[in-house]
């Protein structure tokens, strides 16, 4: 059964503090390069998704001063904010695997990610793996973005 492989690769992605290779015959070099990979641009998403969070709530905060001004940046980081994922939401929808491919190629050096097949990576995580999470992440990406425009439609 490949789901407790894929449970240790998770907690070796977003637990293990230590950044070397995973440790295991399983997976041949090539894939342990990549999720090692995969590990850092979780930790980099991680840094941007805390920092996005703080002047989200920064932002939310100073909306209940008098000024309108708060308000407005409120408001158009919200916009930003709803536009990006609703672009990324089209290209999915479009054309998941070209989007797949996009992403790896803006994140990971020259082909690293491509496996063939029948490779334990590939069966661990198919592409509908990632059709699902991103169907997920797009849900409450976009219910954070409307929640905090209609915070900051309030008159309060």
Known sequence: ELTPLSNWLWDYLLHNPHFDLPNTDLLVMRERRHM???K???FDMRHVWWFSLGLWLSLLAAQYRPTTQWRLALRMTTYVGVTIVSIAGIMATVDFHA???LLHYLFFTGRSWVFPA???IIQLFPLNYFEQFFM???????STWVGLWWIS???T
């Not at 997920?136 to 976009?142: R, T």
């Open 153 to 155: 439609r309030s008159d």
């Open 136 to 142: 997920i992440w797009s849900g409450l990406a976009i």
């Open 118 to 120: 029948g490779s334990l």
């Open 40 to 42: 850092h641009a979780l």
């Open 36 to 38: 090692l990979d995969v």
């Open 99 to 101: 989007s797949f491919n």
